[in-house]
């Protein structure tokens, strides 16, 4: 099996046993998660924090997102351009959204956006990870694409791109493509993970 079949059959794997998870089983880890982000200082302190809408059984930002209002720190969803790159657009419970080409939901006609450069933090959903920052996405490509221009730069920098996963989601080495952008950190229900420390490194939720 060549490589891409084996990322295509990797990603089913991880997509099916995330899709089984219960209510319950979902809820806990969305707790899980907050304890783990309240490690990161950036989490109670930068001003523009992106995210994303859950879905298809992906860990919920649910308890993670009402903390920033409270803050008055700003919550931005992504929007997908005519040119396949991302925008993000500020969301707050109760603002309208409708799905996008994915069936995802998006803001409705936002009357401001901002570029992946104007963000401080963003959390990136994820299928599969690494130790190494390495991340199995869904093969579409927006988020290297978008955020490409990190790779000229000294990481970690803004903005610091934190992967969000179930645990069970962590795989031993993932190969790298040439156009994939690293994350820094990766927040589970169980451990906020450093991809820039030691190999291993990692702080127990």
């Not at 930068?46 to 700003?74: M, T």
């Not at 990136?124 to 988020?143: A, E, I, K, T």
């Not at 920098?157 to 040439?178: K, N, R, S």
Request: net charge negative.
């Amino acid at each position: 099996m060549d490589a891409p079949a084996q990322r295509r059959e990797l990603r089913q794997q991880l997509a099916e046993r995330r899709r089984a998870l219960t209510p319950l089983e979902r809820i806990t880890a969305a707790q899980g998660l907050r304890r783990t982000l309240e490690q990161l200082p950036e989490y109670f302190t930068d001003a523009r924090v992106a995210g994303y809408w859950a879905s298809n059984g992906e860990l919920p930002l649910n308890v993670v997102i009402p903390p920033l209002a409270a803050r008055e720190q700003q919550f931005l969803l992504p929007v997908i351009g005519t040119d396949r790159q991302l925008r993000f657009a500020p969301w707050q419970a109760g603002d309208a959204v409708q799905p996008n080409r994915h069936g995802i939901p998006e803001p409705v006609a936002p009357a401001t956006w901002f570029a992946p450069f104007q963000l401080d933090l963003v959390l990136v959903p994820l299928l599969g990870f690494d130790r190494r920052g390495h991340r199995l996405g869904y093969g579409g490509g927006y988020y290297d694409r978008s955020f490409a221009f990190l790779k000229d730069q000294v990481r970690p920098t803004e903005p610091l791109l934190v992967g969000i996963g179930y645990a069970f989601q962590e795989l031993d080495a993932i190969d790298a493509e040439p156009w994939d952008v690293a994350l820094d950190f990766i927040a589970t229900e169980r451990e906020l993970i450093d991809c820039n420390g030691e190999p291993d490194s990692k702080v127990s939720a």
